[in-house]
């Protein structure tokens, strides 16, 4: 496999589209480093590149079985890790609406006071 | 060739909506070829920031399949579009970045002459710049290639307009010229003035 293509897929983590984010933050939660990852999904470095490129399984029971085993059939990963890594991805997008949702309360305040007009425009320099 | 047959890719393509797994084999056809023909584009540019620019394309295919419309253009032509476009992108935002720190007379495209502020340095990710771009000749893109890389030297820029051939003040006049109307189109789209 191209070299580039396997750098494409680590890309891929930063987008919760793509089955590498979820891959990541599994990585990331157990404290694993590439290498243990690859051995704990049972894939090679070129299997691991294909499973971080495939689209996020859904997420609805039936969709999330349907979509694991495809990839761990195509791919012959452990389909128990693929679906740890899943949640694992789940929740870490969950985190990070619950994040974007916080960010209008602090922010604004802070915008209505910039567009307040100044009481003394005449004081602004 | 650099790319693979059209019924290849597009089928690649079209398994994006259904399947799961088909992005790995999408990347693996139209990557290679898109980092290759964006290279020629962008001589000169990092290999890293070319091949950066080529996946995030790819990927963003990969995200929205719908995006790319058969109909209206083939697919690697709408792949190395999105590329240039991040690419750009990915320069003016390292440009704004630096501006400040670099010397604007080591600057070639310098929009503003004599500007030391950067107050107007390039938005190239600005839509009406990017339309500008977009409609630039073969010519004129590669020229301004040429002018975003800092080329300084007139003899690649008259290697371009293919006039190697004329007396040499003719050439500096028609690169001169040449240069002038790209930074002109592009101040106009920036809200600046040709003067």
Known sequence: MDEMVIRAARRAAIDPHFLAFALHQYAEDQQMDEVTLTAELGATPETLAHARLCRMPRTDPDGL????????????????????????????????????????????????ARDRTPESPGNEE | MIWPPDDELLAAWGRLVG??????????????????????????????????????????????????????????????LVARRRWLNQFAAER???????PWDDVEFALADGNEEGDDAPSFDRPEMQGVIASFSD????LFDLMLGGERNTAAFAAVMGITDRPSDEQEREVKRAKDRIKARLKRAAGGTDG
């Not at chain 2, 290999?47 to 419309?69: G, H």
């Not at chain 2, 704004?96 to 670099?102: A, P, Q, S, Y």
């Not at chain 2, 010519?139 to 590669?142: A, I, T």
């Open chain 1, 65 to 112: 079985q349907e979509d694991v085993d495809r990839i761990a059939a195509k791919f012959g990963l452990t389909r128990s890790v693929l679906v740890k890594a899943v949640r694992a991805g789940e929740v870490a997008v969950a985190h990070r609406v619950a994040a974007e949702r916080e960010v209008p309360e602090t922010v604004t305040p802070m915008l209505a």
């Open chain 2, 96 to 102: 704004r970045h630096r501006v400040g720190k670099i």
């Open chain 2, 139 to 142: 010519v004129d893109r590669r």
């Open chain 2, 19 to 80: 399947d799961p797994t088909s992005g790995t084999a999408f990347v693996s056809l139209a990557l290679p070829p898109l980092v290759r023909a964006l290279a020629l584009w962008g001589k000169g540019a990092h290999a890293d920031d070319i091949e950066t620019a080529a996946a995030d394309a790819v990927l963003a295919l990969i995200k929205r399949p719908e995006r790319y419309d058969p109909a209206k253009s083939p697919l690697p032509a709408f792949l190395l």
